[in-house]
């Protein structure tokens, strides 16, 4: 259902040279099934994609201007901010004592498992510059999409969000998506 959805957004409106080459890449991920995080939003198989739809969803109905923005723009970047989480958890187990019978019992949890720390948002926008060219607002509003939650950033996020509204418009409809309409979706955490 959600990667149909996903599959079918961006199908439709992204109509960009390497597009297809970038969605071949994607299906041999584990985007399509892994966690948004190990615990604070869509902690739970196919959590990734659910969170990238609440984004576009978010985006789409709060902040999209017929006359001055792209469709197009909006579904890669809100579809696609968070690439570089493909590949990046694995579920694991550890020991957790069950309070009711006093044993200990191996629970799974995801665990990162980065294999390529180059950063949160530059890092996606990098896989996505592998397949797809950004336009220069993509670029700024995927890399910046943390807001000053990415500890790198200084003043140039300030920057980035004077010069393109686009990078505004992500960040805003990323918190939205994180901590407002996503409160309740995790089944494997991380306690």
Request: hydrophobic share 40%; proline share 3%.
């Amino acid at each position: 259902m959600f990667k149909t959805r996903f599959l079918d957004l961006f199908n439709n409106n992204v109509k960009r040279q390497g597009a297809t080459e970038l969605l071949e890449w994607l299906e041999k991920t584990d985007f399509f099934t892994a966690p948004a995080s190990t615990k604070y939003h869509c902690a739970c198989e196919n959590g990734l994609v659910m969170h990238s739809l609440s984004v576009f969803d978010v985006m789409m109905e709060k902040h999209f201007e017929e006359d001055v923005d792209s469709l197009e723009s909006f579904t890669i970047c809100a579809l696609l901010h968070d690439l570089c989480k493909a590949s990046f958890y694995k579920v694991s187990t550890r020991n957790v004592k069950n309070e009711e019978t006093g044993k200990w019992e191996k629970v799974p949890y995801y665990a990162i498992e980065d294999t390529f720390p180059y950063g949160h948002g530059e890092k996606s926008v990098y896989l996505v510059e592998r397949f797809m060219r950004l336009k220069p607002a993509e670029a700024m509003a995927i890399r910046w999409h943390m807001g000053s939650f990415d500890d790198s950033t200084g003043f140039s996020v300030s920057a980035a969000y004077e010069k393109y509204p686009l990078a505004v418009k992500l960040h805003l409809a990323d918190l939205e998506s994180t901590y407002l309409r996503e409160k309740n979706t995790s089944a494997v955490r991380n306690k």
